[in-house]
Each structure stands twice: as structure tokens, then as C-alpha cells.
């Protein structure tokens, strides 16, 4: 409640804006109708897990729309899209967002939080934790640096095609549910990876939430 009435006051200052269409919305709104309606979104609010994770939340196809977001996000227009992203997971992961002991944030290449100034996953996990209440931990971290990852044992970290995952918060994981938080999923690798090292780490289950999913070949 009191979330809403911020960002129903910063409106006043700040326009909200949909960001599908980048348009301007009311005061107390996330998203244009429109816009929401044209989302493919996934009927069960869920997917076929990647391996590793219990299971998979995601909102909508990557595709239209949804595409359109995921941009946003990537390039600077974090606020307000973290902001509908998050109310639109919180819904869909719903009560059973109260199985989960913490949120995790997959996380950027340090590379890439250079190059944006910010994280994307994280601030959409901060979001989702406003609604629900479940506390953020940021316990994996990524690297791209070679010299950084020999520091670290085999169990502390995971290599896969496109970063390198590092446990940075292992004694706040052990025997906890997670659940990964993550804007986008493509082939599920990314999730996997962190799923591994967070069950590496004993984490007692973990789970997985998304804005969207590619299907096929989107
Ligand atoms: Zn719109």
C-alpha cells in the first residue's frame, strides 16, 4: 500500500510510463491496458523448468511487446520497467511466493554493470521482495575477469558459455528455498548455472521466476 502511494506521489514529478509503448500512463497504473493485452502470455504461469530448478515462473513469450520491455530494461529505462515487471511476476508467482525463503538475483557480468551502471535482475527482485515481503540476498555474483576466477575452488563457482558464476553469499543460502529471479530466460543455461552453485552451497530447493520465455524459435 504504502508503495503505491509513492509511486502514485512521484508520478506528479516523474510520469509513469508503460514500458512496452514508453507512453505515459495514470498515476496509479504500471502499463497501459493496451499494451497488457497484447502480451502471448503463458496460461499456467509456468514453464518447463531448466534443469536444476523445481520450477519455472514466467509471465509472457518474449516476443511484441515483451521484447520491446526487455530492452527498455537493458538500456537504461530500469525504473519503471523493473517496477511493471515486478508487479506483473509478483502476481504470477502469487501465494506460493510465500514458500521461498529469499530471492536471488541472477546477476550481470561485472562488464556489463559497468557498460549499464546497474544490474537489471536485481532491481526487479527488489520489486518483487516490496510486494511480497521476501528478502532480496545477493548471493552469486559474475566475472568475467580469468585472473578473478582462480581464487575461487570448483564448488564456488561455475563456469558456463557466457559468464562466470561466483558465490558471494554462501552461509545465507545453505538449507534455503530460493528463488532465482531473472528478466528474461532463452535456453535456461544461465539459471542452471546458478542453480548449481546455489545447490552446491545447500540451498534446499530452487526455483526460478521471469518476465519472459522464448518459445520456439522468438
Ligand atoms: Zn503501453
Known amino acids: 500500500m504504502f508503495k503505491d502511494i509513492t509511486h502514485a506521489a512521484l508520478s506528479v514529478v516523474f510520469p509513469n510510463r508503460c514500458p512496452f509503448c514508453d507512453g505515459i500512463v495514470g498515476a496509479r497504473e504500471y502499463y497501459c491496458p493496451e499494451c497488457a493485452a497484447s ?9 518447463e523448468p531448466p534443469h536444476g530448478l523445481s520450477e519455472l515462473y514466467a509471465c509472457c513469450e518474449y516476443s511484441g511487446a515483451a521484447r520491446n520491455a526487455v530492452h527498455r530494461l537493458k538500456n537504461g529505462s530500469y525504473g519503471y520497467t523493473a517496477e511493471a515487471f515486478g508487479v506483473m511476476m509478483t502476481e504470477v508467482v502469487g501465494e506460493n511466493l510465500r514458500g521461498y525463503d529469499i530471492l536471488v538475483p541472477v546477476p550481470s557480468s561485472f562488464e556489463s554493470i559497468l557498460r549499464r551502471g546497474y544490474a537489471p535482475a536485481e532491481y526487479i527482485a527488489r520489486e518483487i521482495s516490496r510486494r511480497s515481503g521476501v528478502r532480496v540476498v545477493e548471493a552469486i555474483s559474475a566475472s568475467d575477469e580469468k585472473e578473478e576466477q582462480k581464487r575461487f575452488r570448483a564448488a564456488e563457482r561455475i563456469v558456463n558459455a557466457r ?6 553469499g554462501g552461509k545465507a ?3 534455503k528455498k530460493i528463488l532465482l529471479i531473472d528478466d528474461i530466460c532463452t535456453t535456461g543455461a544461465t539459471l542452471s548455472s546458478c ?10 530447493e530452487v526455483g526460478g521466476a521471469v518476465f519472459a520465455k522464448t518459445v520456439g524459435s522468438a
Open 163 to 168: 559468464r562466470s558464476f561466483v558465490l558471494s
Open 195 to 204: 542453480a548449481e552453485l546455489l545447490r552446491n552451497a545447500g540451498a534446499a
Open 173 to 175: 543460502v545453505r538449507g
Open 39 to 47: 502480451l502471448r502470455y503463458i496460461e499456467s504461469g509456468t514453464v
